[in-house]
């Protein structure tokens, strides 16, 4: 079954742009998302790409995929203490079973 | 606009006892779905609910059963509980008919077993 993959923790400094990564195995995924949880709270929707999408921006947010490498990335622009919370990338496959699968999260701990 | 809401926020319960939790999705929507939150993990998708029934379901035993009501609300019965089964329990609701199925999550609640 799918797979996703996200190392576990990063740090930057406040200002910095954050680059959060993320692999997956199965090269059927239709949608892309990128939640954050913020603690004591579920997950919020950031924002999402399709198969058929190389870039998507979204006023802080990018979202690069690269397809071929099965690669996925969230870059935060001018990073802010709000940031601060675990980021988690799920991945989809509408024409099979529409399950969405989550990677473990990334904690995206800001620096001062 | 009330969004996903989920009851009890907290639970303790002891082993083998039985435990419901409770959802309600976001206005609109007509499709629920359950995800369990182990500390440091991502959600596992449980199953989901379309049309008051059990439309797709993930690698749990049959200890973990659910009921969606006409009005679109959602419960989550585990029986025989263990303490594996401490956890955050998220459901989510969403459109069915929508092209992109973005989940919409509740806070969730978290489940103690002693």
């Known amino acids: 079954g799918e797979d996703v993959e996200q190392s576990l923790f990063l740090s930057v400094r406040e200002g910095d742009s954050s680059v959060i990564n993320c692999t997956y195995t199965d090269s059927s995924s239709t949608y892309l998302y990128w939640y954050k949880q913020e603690p004591g709270a579920g997950l919020q929707l950031l924002t999402y790409?399709?198969?058929?999408?190389d870039m998507k921006q979204d006023q802080r947010l990018t979202v690069l995929l690269n397809k071929k490498d099965k690669h996925l990335s969230l870059r935060i622009a001018d990073t802010q203490t709000g940031d601060s919370a675990i980021y988690f990338c799920?991945?989809?496959?509408?024409?099979?079973?529409?399950?969405?699968?989550f990677g473990k999260g990334t904690r995206l701990h800001i620096l001062p | 606009d009330a969004g996903v809401t989920q009851s009890p926020t907290h639970l303790i319960k002891t082993r083998g006892q039985q435990v419901t939790l409770r959802c309600s999705p976001k206005s609109g929507h007509d499709t629920v779905s359950w995800y369990q939150q182990a500390l440091g993990q991502g959600p596992q998708f449980i199953f989901q609910y379309y049309e008051e029934e059990e439309r797709q379901r993930g690698n749990f035993p049959d200890r973990f059963s659910g009921h969606q009501f006409p009005n679109y609300s959602s419960e989550l019965n585990v029986n025989a509980l263990l303490l594996g089964d401490s956890a955050l329990y998220l459901c989510a609701s969403s459109l069915a008919a929508g092209v992109n199925e973005k989940l919409f999550f509740g806070s969730g609640t978290q489940l103690s077993v002693l």
């Open positions: 790409i399709f198969s058929n999408m």
């Open positions: 799920a991945v989809v496959d509408l024409n099979r079973d529409d399950k969405i699968i």
